[in-house]
């Protein structure tokens, strides 16, 4: 567990800081009863990933999806200026789609296609959260500080990702995807504007941004130079209707600070999802395997025949744990941060 992180998270479990942050940002004071199920789901989120931290590989994705999953239902009931927690949907809100059927057969053609195993959105508590996050991405250019958000339109019921859609957008496994054969779907950012005269400009130091520009030139946007850094462009209105799907790197910072900014392909659907929303459903999957599918899990870490992807999966293990947390606090302080903003400005 990242230590600072969790201090700060700490006032999920506070009876009044919750009611001031709530307070602050909906001008509303909440009851008791609300209150005390924040303060109880943030509570099982840190214990879920303490004991997460303290665990054998074996169980390890199981008992963190349950703190992503904890810290979630807190964050939702936070976010919810009036409903309480018989206004959440039950279920996680995501779920398998014939993963029977994609592992069958021995248990290396089974971990062969790892990357194939399919989930759906339905209601529960994935499309609770992203609904009061508005699936928002928080920027990072320039600074360890949020410098610009994105909410992206809310995903349809019924939308379906393959596990390889996730990990092949996540640039904090570069090391591993770099080593493997597979291509990556994300190119690293090296500056970006936007403005609504202007447009959006971003600079994109690694080549595979050529072919991420084939998917992305079917929505406004071109290259306009040939050689590193590229300039991906697009006027505003375009921008608007179809922004980029960003994501960053929180393991692998700049001077440990700065999570690298990155523009990844659009999912296969047309849907743009936040990064709390892929983490989330990253460790649904690997909670999933880990506790339906104990024999594939196990064999991938031992030693056993198609094993390949083991150090892949280990590492978006620890990208999970310690990231999700951070990616919820940095939401909830910047949310803050723009509701004292507004309130400056219509007093002003």
């Known amino acids: 567990m990242q230590s600072s992180t969790w201090q700060k998270l700490l006032f999920l479990e506070s009876h009044d800081s919750v009611i001031a942050w709530h307070q602050q940002v909906f001008s509303r004071t909440l009851n008791a009863r609300r209150v005390k199920e924040?303060?109880?789901?943030?509570?099982?989120?840190?214990?879920?990933?303490?004991?997460?931290?303290?665990?054998?590989?074996?169980?390890k994705p199981l008992l963190t999806f349950y703190g992503v999953a904890s810290l979630s239902r807190s964050a939702a009931l936070l976010l919810n200026p009036q409903g309480g927690e018989s206004g959440l949907t039950p279920g996680h809100g995501l779920t398998t789609v014939e993963w029977s059927k994609t592992l069958s057969g021995n248990i290396s053609q089974g971990l062969a296609a790892l990357g194939n195993l399919?989930?759906?959105?339905?209601?529960?508590?994935?499309?609770?959260?992203?609904?009061?996050?508005?699936?928002?991405?928080?920027?990072?250019?320039?600074?360890?500080?949020?410098?610009?958000?994105?909410?992206y339109e809310i995903p349809k019921l019924g939308d379906e990702l393959c596990f390889d859609d996730?990990?092949?957008?996540?640039?904090?496994?570069?090391?591993?995807?770099?080593?493997?054969?597979?291509?990556?779907?994300?190119?690293?950012?090296?500056?970006?504007?936007?403005?609504?005269?202007?447009?959006?400009?971003?600079?994109?130091?690694?080549?595979?941004?050529?072919?991420?520009?084939?998917?992305?030139?079917?929505?406004?946007?071109?290259?306009?130079?040939?050689?590193?850094?590229?300039?991906?462009?697009?006027?505003?209105?375009?921008?608007?209707?179809?922004?980029?799907?960003?994501?960053?790197?929180?393991?692998?910072?700049?001077?440990?600070?700065i999570p690298e900014l990155h523009?990844?392909?659009?999912?296969?659907?047309?849907?743009?999802?936040?990064?709390?929303?892929?983490?989330?459903?990253?460790?649904?999957?690997?909670?999933?395997?880990?506790?339906?599918?104990?024999?594939?899990?196990?064999?991938?870490?031992?030693?056993?025949?198609?094993?390949?992807?083991?150090?892949?999966?280990?590492?978006?293990?620890k990208y999970i744990d310690l990231c999700y947390p951070e990616l919820l606090l940095e939401f909830l302080d910047n949310h803050l941060a723009n509701s004292k903003k507004n309130k400056v400005t219509h007093t002003d």
């Open 38 to 59: 924040i303060t109880s789901a943030a509570r099982q989120a840190r214990e879920f990933f303490r004991n997460s931290s303290e665990s054998n590989i074996s169980v």
């Open 118 to 151: 399919r989930v759906k959105i339905c209601k529960g508590l994935f499309f609770d959260i992203i609904n009061q996050t508005e699936n928002t991405i928080c920027l990072h250019i320039n600074s360890s500080a949020v410098d610009w958000q994105i909410p």
């Open 166 to 257: 996730l990990m092949l957008r996540l640039p904090d496994l570069k090391s591993e995807h770099l080593r493997s054969s597979q291509t990556a779907l994300y190119s690293s950012v090296q500056e970006l504007t936007y403005s609504p005269d202007s447009g959006l400009t971003a600079q994109i130091t690694s080549d595979n941004v050529l072919a991420l520009s084939d998917i992305y030139r079917a929505d406004g946007y071109q290259i306009t130079n040939d050689a590193p850094p590229y300039n991906l462009t697009c006027d505003a209105q375009s921008f608007q209707k179809k922004p980029l799907q960003f994501s960053h790197s929180y393991i692998n910072k700049i001077f440990s600070s």
């Open 263 to 317: 523009i990844t392909a659009p999912f296969k659907s047309g849907s743009r999802y936040s990064q709390i929303a892929t983490a989330y459903m990253t460790s649904y999957f690997l909670g999933m395997l880990c506790r339906y599918y104990p024999t594939h899990w196990t064999s991938l870490f031992s030693g056993e025949k198609g094993d390949g992807r083991w150090p892949e999966i280990y590492l978006t293990q």
